[in-house]
């Protein structure tokens, strides 16, 4: 097996179904579906396959998960979440007619913890640290609507919050300069798995390419090992990606979420 099969049978294996979906307040099977329901009116639709279905099963079930939705009036938008290296015949043309516009596809990046926990030099001024307390996390929560070209909300910051009471083990972690968040990040360990995630990387446009991103994504994985994981994933944009590969992350799939509105 090569290490790209090994990494992306592990991704399979450990990162769809529940360990997506940490925060739900409800699940809902629906053939090889499960249908999420979390806080705030969000839908959320995922599987480990699609058990073989024909176009014609695959239509049939877009139709009965976006019914469920409907029939749900607290739910205001819905994300069904692709995986490019599915069998899912017709998928894409169903999830259009149901009126799901697909966002900006993503890799899939996987690779060792430890290859990312290494020392990185900071720029002078900049810090690094975890933070916990509510107006830590609305400030990060607020720079990253920003840098995501979204209206600042308390929207993000009510969800994250929400996700802390959990107790989940879920991290948040910002880098400041001159008492302003620049860059943040989360850092959130799997369950049961080897695997923690990097989440939500992102960082002011006027303090990119000065290694800033790479020292938080570091001092992640450096957490991650203490919490003996060993793997690391990310859904990555083209602007982390280049980060993840030089350090020996593989791209094992391609990940395009469908958003439905009400």
């Known amino acids: 097996m090569t290490d790209t099969s090994r990494l992306l049978q592990a991704y399979d294996e450990q ?6 979906t940490p925060s739900a307040i409800s699940v809902t099977r629906l053939g090889p579906l499960r249908l999420v329901t979390f806080l705030g009116g969000r839908g959320f ?15 049939k079930l877009v139709a009965d998960a976006i019914a ?24 894409h043309d169903a999830l259009l007619e149901h009126g799901f516009v697909p966002e900006d596809p993503e890799s899939i990046m996987i690779g060792e ?3 990312l926990a290494a020392d990185v030099p900071l720029p002078d001024g900049v810090t690094l640290r ?6 830590d996390v609305r400030a990060m929560c607020a720079m990253q609507d920003e840098v995501f070209g979204a209206p600042v909300s308390d ?16 991290e948040l972690w910002v880098a400041e300069a001159d008492g302003q968040i620049v860059t943040a990040g989360r850092l959130e360990p799997v369950a049961d798995t080897e695997v923690a995630g990097i989440w939500g990387g992102s960082t002011r ?35 982390s990606r280049p980060i993840l ?11 395009t979420p469908y958003a439905w509105e009400r």
């Open 15 to 20: 990162l769809r179904t529940d360990a997506e």
């Open 205 to 239: 446009p006027e303090w990119r390419g000065r290694g800033i991103y790479r020292a938080l994504t570091a001092a992640r994985a450096r957490s991650a090992l203490a919490l003996g994981k060993t793997l690391i994933h990310s859904d990555s944009t083209e602007y």
């Open 68 to 91: 469920h939705f409907r029939a749900d009036g607290g739910i205001t938008k819905v994300e069904w979440k692709t995986r490019g290296h599915d069998h899912a015949p017709g998928l």
């Open 155 to 170: 929207e993000t910051a009510n969800a994250i919050l929400r996700r802390q009471a959990l107790g989940d083990g879920m």
């Open 245 to 255: 590969e030089r350090y020996g992350f593989v791209k094992v799939s391609t990940t």
């Open 45 to 59: 639709v995922t599987y480990r396959d699609l058990g073989g279905a024909d176009e014609p099963e695959v239509r």
């Open 113 to 115: 913890a430890a290859a």
């Open 130 to 135: 975890q933070v916990t307390e509510e107006p």
